[in-house]
C-alpha cells in the first residue's frame, strides 16, 4: 500500500487511547486518486493488463489509437475496444495512458 493513498474516501482514525479522532476525505474524487496514483508510478489495473498481455508501445498514448471509442452521454465515456465495455466504469479508459502494443494509429 502506499503511504497517503486510501481506498475509502472516508476513514476515521484515532490514536491508541480513543481520546483523538482525524477524518480524512482523501482523495475527494476518483480523479484525484488516479492523478495521486499516477505520480506513484502505479498503473490502473486495465491498462496495467493490456500492457502485460501485448507489451507497451512507448511514445505513443491510447487517445491516438484506433481502438480508443468514446461513448456520449451526458459526458463522454472512452472505452477500449479490445479490452471490452462494460457499459460501467470498469472499462473506462483514458486517453493520456500509454499505448500497449496493440496500438493502432488513428488517421484523420
Ligand atoms: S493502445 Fe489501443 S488497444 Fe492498446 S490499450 Fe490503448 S486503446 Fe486499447
Avoid at 476513514?11 to 476525505?25: A, E, K, M, Y
Avoid at 487517445?63 to 472512452?78: P, Q
Avoid at 475496444?81 to 495512458?97: A, E, L, Q, V, Y
Wanted: proline share 4%.
Amino acid at each position: 500500500m502506499i503511504p497517503g493513498i486510501m481506498t475509502t474516501t472516508d476513514t476515521t482514525f484515532g490514536d491508541s487511547g480513543g481520546r483523538r479522532n482525524v477524518t480524512l476525505r482523501f482523495p475527494a474524487t476518483e480523479k484525484e486518486k488516479q492523478e495521486i496514483l499516477q505520480a506513484y508510478g502505479v498503473k490502473p489495473k486495465r491498462i496495467d493488463q493490456m500492457h502485460k498481455l501485448h507489451g507497451v508501445r512507448e511514445g505513443s498514448v491510447c487517445g491516438d489509437c484506433r481502438y480508443l471509442v468514446g461513448k456520449h452521454y451526458d459526458k463522454t465515456y472512452f472505452k477500449c475496444r479490445f479490452f471490452g465495455n462494460s457499459n460501467g466504469p470498469g472499462t473506462d479508459w483514458r486517453r493520456k495512458w500509454e499505448a500497449c502494443g496493440k496500438f493502432n494509429e488513428r488517421r484523420s
